[in-house]
């Protein structure tokens, strides 16, 4: 069984030595996983610092004791992938952020779209973005992902504007383009940054928006994806074609 991975606020800052995982991660760990003396664990803070550890005993029911190794940070991949979601309906939105961060991206920006069925107003929209985060922090333990994917307040289509005026290499995946994403030449360092639609697709304007800005409007492939499904499938082309799978 691979180990699993559990989320700290911080590392005891001596690196090596004794760490008590305790809260609602310790409590899953011993109440849940039921881990055992002598097996392995992966601690991490989510932002790259993570370390290797082997269970030395439990106190109660929810706190995991654990020896750690030397704590490492995990390098920045290149080049960064940043997925520009529409707000899809339902609870499709935290599918597409569970399954973006399985696959690799490195951030996802909420976009309120014109034809967004979903809109995120008020308390709504700071519990829609608050299950956002939480997916993609469980999806990066599920995924024994040690660098999770942020999760962006909700932007509206100028701030989306913006991002793409100052990617490397920015794409809208949209029925009106020419040319395949799999063979547009992509960057090999700085920043890629995909935008998805909503269920009604981009408007004109936001499309018209989005080139001005620099973007290019590409298709995916023959078949038309959902607003959920598309991020996730554009992303692993496009980290295969950057060498991030390699």
Do not use: N
Not at 100 to 129: F, H, N, Y
């Amino acid at each position: 069984m691979t180990a699993p991975v559990f989320v700290v606020d911080d590392f005891d800052t001596h690196g090596t030595g004794r760490y008590v995982l305790e809260g609602p991660e310790g409590r899953h760990a011993v109440a849940v996983k039921r881990l055992r003396t002598g097996e392995e664990v992966v601690l991490t803070d989510g932002a790259g610092r993570w370390a290797a550890g082997e269970v030395d005993g439990t106190e109660g029911k929810d706190r995991l004791v654990v020896r750690l190794d030397e704590v490492v940070e995990e390098p920045v991949e290149t080049p960064r992938l940043t997925v520009v979601q529409a707000l899809p309906k339902g609870d499709r939105g935290e599918l597409a952020v569970e399954t973006m961060t399985e696959v690799g991206v490195d951030a996802i920006v909420p976009w309120s779209a014109s034809r967004c069925i979903t809109q995120w107003k008020g308390e709504r929209g700071a519990k829609s973005l608050a299950k956002w985060r939480a997916t993609a922090r469980e999806a990066g333990k599920q995924s024994r992902r040690v660098r999770f994917p942020e999760v962006a307040d909700a932007a509206t289509s100028k701030g989306v504007a913006s991002l793409l005026a100052e990617a490397d290499f920015a794409a809208v995946l949209h029925e009106s383009g020419t040319e395949p994403l799999a063979t547009v030449p992509l960057p090999a360092s700085g920043d890629i940054v995909l935008v998805v639609g909503p269920e009604g697709g981009v408007s004109p304007e936001e499309l018209a928006l989005f080139e001005s800005a620099g973007a290019r409007a590409y298709r995916l492939g023959k078949s038309v994806l959902r607003t959920s499904t598309a991020g996730t499938a554009a992303a692993a082309l496009l980290l295969g074609r950057t060498g991030r799978w390699s």
